[in-house]
């Protein structure tokens, strides 16, 4: 009838009132990451050492309709974790899934080549990082009584990698984080896993493949969509996944299944 059409009410959002933060958000998988949290109604705490990245994503968040706040931390540094879960808390009051994301690569060569400052810098940021950030995020969500949260590691953390070991044994240390922690945790409502990507298309990886560096990984024979692999990292922090914990999740097309 003519002038009784009420609006249909608008579908809440999976995560709406829920506070996501991602770490390593400035850029490629925690990008990914942190705009799908903001599309599914997640407030966002976008964490990273890069200035404009970091400020990029948060404005993307806020431009789609969604809120973000962008913190520039460094994770392999105590002080600035402890102040990136207190600016957490002041701004949005909770903490309910933490995306453990940031991480660094290491060029390619053989393990009796290495360099000690190139281990430092390694373990400080993958294994160190994951676990300062853990420590901080599990006391706030023990207040709260519960939260997820995702360690990224990398199908490097299942299998081993040549010439970039010091990588692999840094994201093998993040499944026994993930694992531990998930024990330890799973009796006060906090669910925590670790996700394992395969070769994601970020702007490095697209280089090295068009200049012939890097053949596109069997048996799918592309690599992953960064998006691919949020969307793992979110249900893996939704209530579907609500008994998923310890659990490694493989996104690699298949990879390591052959
Ligand atoms: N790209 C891939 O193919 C792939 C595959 C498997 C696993 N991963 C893992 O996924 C994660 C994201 O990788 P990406 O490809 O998106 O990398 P990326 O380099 O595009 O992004 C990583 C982000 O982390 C930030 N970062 C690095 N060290 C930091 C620190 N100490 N404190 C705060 N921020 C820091 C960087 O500034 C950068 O913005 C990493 O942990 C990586 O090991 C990536």
Same mark, same amino acid.
């Given at each position: ?9 608008? +579908? ?28 599914? #109604? ?13 400020? @990029?994503?948060? @404005? ?32 949005? #009051? ?7 994301? +940031? ?5 390619? @060569? ?45 199908? %490097? ?28 945790? +799973?009796?006060? #409502? ?12 970020? =702007?490095?990886? @697209? ?9 596109? =990984? ?19 922090? %939704? ?6 914990? #310890? ?12």
């Amino acid at each position: 009838m003519k002038g009784t059409s009420k609006a249909q009410p608008v +579908a809440e959002l999976p995560f709406t009132g829920k506070v996501a933060l991602v770490t390593g958000a400035a850029s490629g998988l925690g990008r990914a990451t942190a705009l799908a949290f903001g599309r599914a #109604g997640a407030c966002v705490v976008v964490a990273d050492t890069a200035i404009d990245g970091g400020h @990029a994503t948060a @404005a993307m968040i806020v431009e789609s309709g969604g809120k973000a706040l962008f913190v520039r931390s460094d994770i392999a540094r105590s002080g600035d974790v402890a102040a990136l879960i207190e600016k957490t808390i002041n701004y949005y #009051g909770r903490l309910d899934f933490a995306v453990n994301n +940031a991480g660094v690569d290491e060029e390619a @060569a053989p393990l009796a080549d290495g360099e000690e400052e190139q281990y430092d810098r390694i373990m400080g940021a993958n294994v160190k990082g994951v676990w300062l950030c853990m420590k901080l995020q599990l006391r706030q969500m023990l207040k709260q009584g519960g939260g997820a949260i995702v360690n990224v590691s990398s199908v %490097s953390g299942l299998v081993g990698a040549p010439n970039r070991a010091i990588y692999a044994a840094s994201k093998h240390a993040v499944v026994g984080l993930t694992r531990s922690a998930a024990a330890e945790y +799973a009796r006060e #409502g906090i669910r925590i896993n670790a996700l394992c990507p395969g070769a994601v298309k970020t =702007p490095h990886m @697209a280089r090295a493949a068009e200049e012939g560096q890097l053949e596109a =990984p069997a048996p799918m024979g592309r690599f992953a969509e960064a998006a691919e692999v949020a969307n793992a990292a979110l249900w893996l922090c %939704s209530e579907q996944a609500s008994y998923v914990n #310890g659990h490694e999740l493989v996104v690699d097309g298949g990879f390591t299944a052959v």
